[in-house]
């Protein structure tokens, strides 16, 4: 069953998992306006186990991170928009900058990561067994999508 969960019941929930011998993979990111790059990561990621925990930035976090003009979407509808995905079996939202302490409390088997990341940057890769870095798909951002946008439609592209 695909859930939205808070961290308490998110934490419970991988225990569960774990002692049934589940293998349990964990990303994170802003996923603000989904792409091919990120459905690609999902895909593999799930390919590396049972279940797959995706976590992402609350509002607040993605704006100190990306910047004011942002999220574009907000996390109720990013969340609900990742769990119509099928790999998605989980969706955490975490306030923090990075996931550190919420890979403290859920201790995943697998970390996955986008392969802009070096391994000694991957933040949490001490709570898991195995982190694994995905190759980044050339052209395949949200930053990409929004200057397409902004170079097709200007700044005031008109509602339809």
């Known amino acids: 069953m695909k859930k939205a969960l808070t961290w308490q019941k998110m934490q419970k929930e991988v225990k ?76 955490v939202v975490f306030g923090q900058q990075t996931p550190y302490e919420l890979l403290k409390k859920l201790c995943p088997d697998i970390l996955v990561k986008g392969g802009d990341y070096k391994l000694s940057e991957i933040v949490g890769r001490e709570f898991v067994k195995k982190v694994y870095r995905f190759p980044f798909i050339k052209g395949k951002s949200t930053t990409n999508l929004i200057n397409t946008i902004l170079e097709r439609y200007g700044k005031a592209a008109k509602p339809l």
Request: a positive charge.
């Open 16 to 91: 569960r998992l774990q002692k049934n011998g589940k293998k349990v993979v964990f990303t994170n990111g802003c996923f603000d306006l989904l792409h091919l790059g990120h459905t690609s990561l999902f895909e593999k990621a799930k390919s590396m186990g049972d279940i797959l925990i995706v976590a992402i930035n609350s509002d607040k976090s993605l704006r100190c991170l990306k910047g004011p003009k942002r999220p574009l979407v907000g996390e109720k509808d990013r969340a609900k928009l990742l769990l119509t995905l099928k790999p998605v079996d989980y969706v």
